[in-house]
C-alpha cells in the first residue's frame, strides 16, 4: 500500500496530461487510484459493484495505454514507485515555470499552474475533420474573426479538435497559448499569466480593468491563438439561460474583452453548449460557432479496427455507430467491453443496444445540462410514439408556452433530440427509460 502523502490528483492529472487529447474514464480512473491505494482487482470489482473480469480487462487495457504514453513497461505491481518518481520529476522540472509566476506577485495553486500551458498538445493520431480544419483555416485568415465557438457532445472531439487546430495553423501566429478554463481558476490570475507569458518584464497591475486594457493591448502586439477548453465550466447551466457561476462574473469582463475589442489574435474555445450570453459580446463577424457532432463509421472504423477482435459486419458497424451518435469516446468505450458485451446480427437488428455504466455516465452528463422543466419534457418524451406534434407536446406537458419553446431549443442544442423533430435520439430515450423503469421499481419496495 502506497504513503497517504501521494496526490491522487497529481496522479490522475499526470496521465491525463501525457494522453492528451483523451482523458482517463470513470473506471480507468477508479483502477488507477484503487491500484495505488494497494487494492486487488476483487477488491476494486467488490467495493465497486463491477463484474472481476471486467475489472481485470479494464486494468490491462490501462497499463497498456500507460506503457504505450510513457515508454516505459507499467504493470499493477509497479504503477505506485513509477507514478510517484514521474511526480517528483514533474515537480522538479515545473520550478522555473512557478518562480517566474511568483515574480508576477500572483498566487497560483500547483494545479493551476500545472494547468496552464504555453503550447497545445499535438495529436498523433488524428483522422477526420477536414471540413472542420478547413473552415478553420478561413477564419483564422479572416481580419473580423476573434472568436471561434467549438460547440458538442462529451466525447464528441472537441478538445482534439481544437488542439489540432492550434497543431495546423500554429506557423500563422506568435505564440499558442491552451487554457483549460476551470470555476477554480480565477480570471484575474489567468490573464496575469497570458502578459507574463507576452511580456515576461511587464510589470503586472492589480486591477482588473487595467490588466484587462494590457491584454488587448498585446493580443494586438501579438498575433497569439489562445485555446480555452471547457468554457461551459464558468457557467451555471440548470437554467434555460446559462448564467456565471457566482465565482465567475469576471470572466464576463475578459470575455467580452476577447470578442469585441479589437486586435489581431484569434481566441478558439470549447463548450458543451451554445454560450448565448457571447452573443452580447460580438456580432457574427467576430464570432463564430461550429456545432461538433461525431466522425463518419468508416473513419471510427479506421481508428478502432486494429482493438476490434470480433466479427462485425460493416452493417452492424454502421448502426452501432449511428445509434451511439458516432461519438468516438462513446465507441471507443463500445469497442473495448465487445467481448462482454451481446452483440449481434439478431439482437441489434431487434433494436437491442447494451447498456454500459461508463456511457450511461457520459449521457447523465448531458441531461444535467437541462433544468427542471427540461427534464420533464425529456420524460414525456422517452415514453412518446414517434410522431410528436409541437400542439400535442405543448399541451401534454403542464407549462407556460414559451417556456417550453424555450426548452425545445435547450434541447436541440444539446443534441438530444433529432433535428426538425419532436423524437429523442434512441440513446437517450432508452437510458431515459430504464432509468424511469428503474426508479418507479426502488420506489415500490
Not at 187 to 205: A, D, G, Q, T, Y
Request: hydrophobic share 35%; proline share 3%.
Amino acid at each position: 500500500m502506497i504513503q497517504n502523502n501521494l496526490d491522487f490528483q497529481k496522479a490522475i492529472y499526470l496521465v491525463d496530461s501525457r494522453i492528451k487529447p483523451q482523458h482517463l474514464n470513470k473506471i480507468q480512473e477508479i483502477i488507477l487510484i484503487q491500484s495505488l491505494e494497494g487494492k486487488t482487482y476483487s477488491q476494486i470489482a467488490s467495493e465497486y459493484n463491477y463484474d472481476m473480469e471486467y475489472i481485470k480487462t479494464s486494468g490491462s487495457e490501462l497499463w497498456k495505454l500507460l506503457t504505450k504514453a510513457f515508454g516505459e513497461q507499467i504493470r499493477k505491481n509497479n504503477c505506485t514507485p513509477f507514478i510517484r518518481r514521474r511526480i517528483l520529476e514533474s515537480t522538479s522540472k515545473n520550478t522555473s515555470l512557478v518562480d517566474t509566476i511568483k515574480k508576477t506577485h500572483t498566487t497560483f495553486s500547483e494545479q493551476e499552474i500545472n494547468n496552464i500551458s504555453l503550447i497545445a498538445s499535438g495529436v498523433p493520431n488524428f483522422q477526420g475533420r477536414e471540413r472542420e480544419l478547413t473552415q478553420f483555416k478561413s477564419w483564422s485568415h479572416d481580419p473580423n474573426c476573434r472568436f471561434i465557438m467549438i460547440k458538442g457532445m462529451t466525447g464528441c472531439g472537441k478538445t482534439t479538435l481544437a488542439a489540432k487546430t492550434a497543431e495546423v495553423l500554429k506557423q500563422d501566429f506568435y505564440r499558442v497559448i491552451s487554457l483549460p478554463v476551470s470555476e477554480n481558476l480565477k480570471v484575474k490570475n489567468l490573464i496575469e499569466f497570458c502578459l507574463h507569458s507576452l511580456e515576461p518584464n511587464l510589470e503586472i497591475s492589480s486591477d482588473i480593468n487595467k490588466l484587462l486594457v494590457d491584454l488587448a493591448f498585446y493580443l494586438q502586439k501579438y498575433r497569439c491563438l489562445l485555446i480555452l477548453d471547457d468554457l461551459d465550466s464558468i457557467f451555471e447551466l440548470k437554467r434555460m439561460i446559462p448564467h456565471y457561476r457566482s465565482n465567475c462574473e469576471q470572466y464576463a469582463a475578459f470575455l467580452r474583452c476577447l470578442i469585441n475589442t479589437r486586435h489581431q489574435s484569434l481566441v478558439v474555445a470549447t463548450s458543451r453548449i451554445d454560450l448565448k450570453q457571447l452573443d452580447y459580446y460580438g456580432s457574427s463577424d467576430n464570432l463564430k460557432l461550429l456545432s461538433l457532432e461525431g466522425l463518419e463509421s468508416d473513419i471510427l472504423w479506421s481508428i478502432f479496427e486494429n482493438e476490434i477482435s470480433q466479427d462485425i459486419s460493416q452493417n452492424i458497424w454502421e448502426r452501432i455507430c449511428n445509434y451511439y451518435r458516432k461519438n468516438p469516446e462513446l465507441i471507443k468505450i463500445i469497442v473495448r467491453n465487445l467481448s462482454y458485451l451481446p452483440i449481434s446480427d439478431t439482437n441489434i437488428y431487434k433494436q437491442y443496444y447494451p447498456s454500459l455504466e461508463e456511457v450511461d455516465y457520459i449521457i447523465e452528463n448531458e441531461l444535467k445540462l437541462l433544468d427542471k422543466i427540461g427534464k420533464e419534457v425529456l420524460y414525456y418524451l422517452a415514453f412518446s410514439c414517434n410522431n410528436n406534434s409541437l400542439d400535442r407536446l405543448l399541451y401534454s406537458v403542464s407549462h407556460p408556452r414559451n417556456k417550453v419553446l424555450k426548452v425545445l431549443d435547450a434541447i436541440q442544442d444539446t443534441f438530444l433530440m433529432k433535428q426538425d423533430n419532436y423524437v429523442l435520439q434512441p440513446m437517450f430515450k432508452h437510458y431515459l427509460q430504464r432509468h424511469l423503469v428503474k426508479t418507479a421499481m426502488a420506489n415500490d419496495k
